[in-house]
């Protein structure tokens, strides 16, 4: 028995040392008066719930069920009666809160995501989902992009820093969950005018134009690319190296240099810009949303994936 402010005693029961199912059969025992339907109810043995039983006297410090005058069956107590209504309804609104689905309104919910990706995808699949995210999602829904480190990505996404990954195969880390969003495939572009004329390229003219490479890593004129060429017994000449995709239209667009793109990039460009299919096979790319295994079932990031699967779609 313990003293409040020296106004009455209350039993106090430490919860942490309750199992759950403890309840549950209590909750059963007082509906049933009778360890043999609660037990067959329960789905355990007689003796399985008699000892549970007189666990639950110790608890609640009471005998909870006595033998009933007749013989037959058990007669509850005060304490019990006292509990069969509110022991009930906690044990109802619990099973709520373990079956509720959670779910995701984007038209009605906050929700604040980080994306992280390169300038390629963020400017191919970004911008397409910022254009749709008005018919998408409610004002409550923000969405920031965050340049894609790969030698950070994964303790970001384990640190919740960032929500999703949008990067190719090599940039997702083994750990992650990740789905594929669409096949890339490259094309080399020039402006329209350009004084190489519009025909069909072959591959000594395409290695004689002056070329600006893409380096993600900052500062090579070595990429992919090149490795391909130099299987082929070929090599480009290769005159400028920028660090991000989206400079490449301007620089195009006032200069003879070309370059060579994901086509989906090129496709932003098209009323500035020609393209033409390069001149020998080269593999291409996948594109994939990743995020951290916490996440796979939560309904907000379970949207988020839907709808950069929508936008690349379109």
Not at 28 to 55: F, G, I, W
Not at 105 to 129: E, H, W
Not at 285 to 308: C, I, K, M, T, V
């Amino acid at each position: 028995m313990k003293s409040i402010n020296g106004i009455g005693h209350i039993n106090v029961i430490d919860l942490r040392g309750i199992d759950l199912n403890l309840l549950v059969s209590l909750d059963a025992l007082l509906e049933e008066c009778n360890v043999t339907k609660a037990a067959a109810r329960l789905h355990l043995t007689q003796p399985a719930v008699s000892t549970q039983l007189s666990r639950l006297r110790k608890i609640f410090d009471d005998p909870l069920l006595i033998p009933a005058a007749s013989g037959r069956g058990m007669t509850p107590s005060a304490r019990a009666l006292g509990l069969i209504a509110p022991l009930h309804a906690a044990l109802n609104d619990l099973q709520v809160v373990v079956r509720q689905r959670p779910a995701f309104d984007p038209y009605q919910d906050s929700r604040r995501f980080v994306i992280a990706a390169n300038d390629n995808a963020t400017a191919v699949l970004g911008l397409r989902l910022m254009e749709q995210l008005p018919g998408l999602a409610g004002s409550g829904v923000k969405i920031a992009f965050v340049h894609a480190d790969q030698r950070q990505v994964a303790l970001q996404l384990e640190h919740a820093e960032i929500d999703l990954l949008i990067g190719s195969e090599r940039m997702v880390p083994s750990s992650m969950k990740a789905r594929k969003l669409y096949d890339e495939r490259f094309v080399m572009a020039q402006r329209k005018g350009h004084p190489r004329g519009a025909s069909a390229l072959d591959m000594d003219q395409y290695c004689a134009l002056k070329h600006v490479l893409v380096s993600t890593s900052g500062g090579s004129f070595h990429g992919f690319m090149d490795e391909h060429l130099e299987q082929l017994g070929h090599r480009r000449e290769v005159l400028l190296s920028v660090q991000n995709f989206t400079l490449l239209p301007d620089l195009l667009c006032n200069s003879d240099y070309v370059a060579t793109l994901p086509s989906r990039l090129f496709e932003r460009y098209r009323d500035r810009l020609d393209a033409f299919e390069l001149p020998f096979q080269a593999s291409g790319f996948s594109l994939f949303a990743a995020w951290h295994p916490r996440n796979q079932a939560d309904p907000a990031l379970l949207w988020l994936r839907e709808a950069l699967l929508v936008v690349s779609a379109i």
